[in-house]
């Protein structure tokens, strides 16, 4: 079973507007991790938030994790017609570096 | 050159054969992984590495194994394919919790 679930499984929006994405795990957690997956393509790491951190930024995206709820989001800003694609959201449980993937949001960015 | 490369990138194969996937990399990374991801769902871990001396199962290893050949290489090996291996397979490699780096897949189709 996985460890991740987003939410929602689908989401469309106009250019310009903004996106948010919701991932909820089930165990503790040592990390969290959110990749973008275009079209069958391999995934791409976006951004990577420990346990002990709250939010993280890079461009136009940003990250919280709630570890009291189990839960983290992604918001993306102004999104554009590129972003269009998959989301994962990842958890590493421990040490070992293994990541168990959600099964994704799958974003539709309208010009 | 990418940084981790699958080939093939497209199989197709009858049941019954046997088939290798493989994956190289010049990340230099000691960490590499195996999943396979199944049509509107998250990546399920197959197997997954820390070194070359060291080999462990995931979530649904059955049917498959691998081989460690060199930092570097790390093989996928369906013994004897069924249609419900029919997937996309995904080579990553990881360094500490920085984010994994993956391939950019290889469809398999088991007829």
Same mark, same amino acid.
């Given at each position: 079973? =996985? =460890?991740?679930?987003?939410?929602?499984?689908?989401?469309?929006? =106009?250019?310009?507007?903004?996106?948010?994405?919701?991932?909820?795990?089930?165990?503790?957690?040592?990390?969290?991790?959110?990749?973008? =997956?275009?079209?069958?393509?391999? !995934?791409?790491? !976006?951004?990577?938030?420990?346990?002990?951190?709250?939010?993280?930024?890079?461009?136009?995206?940003?990250? $919280? !994790?709630?570890?009291?709820?189990?839960?983290?989001?992604? !918001?993306?800003?102004?999104?554009?017609?590129?972003?269009?694609?998959?989301?994962?959201?990842?958890?590493?449980?421990?040490?070992?570096?293994?990541?168990?993937?959600?099964?994704? $949001?799958?974003?539709?960015?309208?010009? | 050159?990418? &940084?981790?490369?699958?080939?093939?990138?497209?199989?197709?194969? *009858?049941?019954? *054969?046997?088939?290798?996937?493989?994956?190289?990399?010049?990340?230099?990374? &000691?960490?590499?992984?195996? %999943?396979?991801?199944?049509?509107?769902?998250?990546?399920?871990?197959?197997?997954?590495?820390?070194?070359? *001396?060291?080999?462990?199962?995931?979530?649904?290893? &059955?049917? %498959?194994?691998?081989?460690?050949?060199?930092?570097? *290489?790390?093989?996928?090996?369906?013994?004897?394919?069924?249609?419900?291996?029919?997937?996309?397979?995904?080579?990553?490699?990881?360094?500490?919790?920085?984010? %994994?780096?993956?391939?950019?897949?290889?469809?398999?189709?088991?007829?």
């Amino acid at each position: 079973s =996985q =460890q991740g679930e987003e939410d929602p499984q689908a989401l469309s929006i =106009q250019e310009g507007e903004n996106a948010t994405m919701n991932c909820s795990y089930k165990t503790s957690i040592n990390n969290l991790q959110w990749y973008r =997956q275009n079209s069958g393509r391999g !995934l791409v790491h !976006l951004i990577l938030i420990r346990s002990n951190e709250r939010e993280k930024h890079s461009g136009r995206l940003r990250v $919280t !994790l709630d570890t009291s709820k189990k839960s983290s989001s992604l !918001l993306i800003t102004a999104s554009r017609a590129a972003d269009t694609a998959s989301y994962f959201c990842a958890t590493g449980m421990d040490s070992s570096y293994k990541l168990i993937f959600g099964s994704g $949001t799958r974003l539709l960015v309208r010009p | 050159d990418a &940084d981790v490369t699958q080939t093939p990138r497209n199989r197709i194969t *009858k049941t019954g *054969k046997r088939i290798m996937l493989e994956c190289s990399q010049t990340k230099g990374h &000691d960490r590499m992984y195996w %999943y396979r991801q199944d049509p509107g769902l998250g990546l399920r871990l197959i197997y997954y590495s820390f070194d070359v *001396k060291d080999i462990n199962k995931g979530e649904i290893s &059955d049917g %498959y194994s691998v081989s460690r050949q060199a930092q570097a *290489k790390f093989s996928l090996s369906l013994e004897s394919a069924i249609p419900n291996q029919t997937a996309l397979y995904f080579c990553a490699t990881s360094d500490t919790d920085s984010g %994994y780096t993956f391939g950019s897949g290889t469809r398999l189709t088991v007829v």
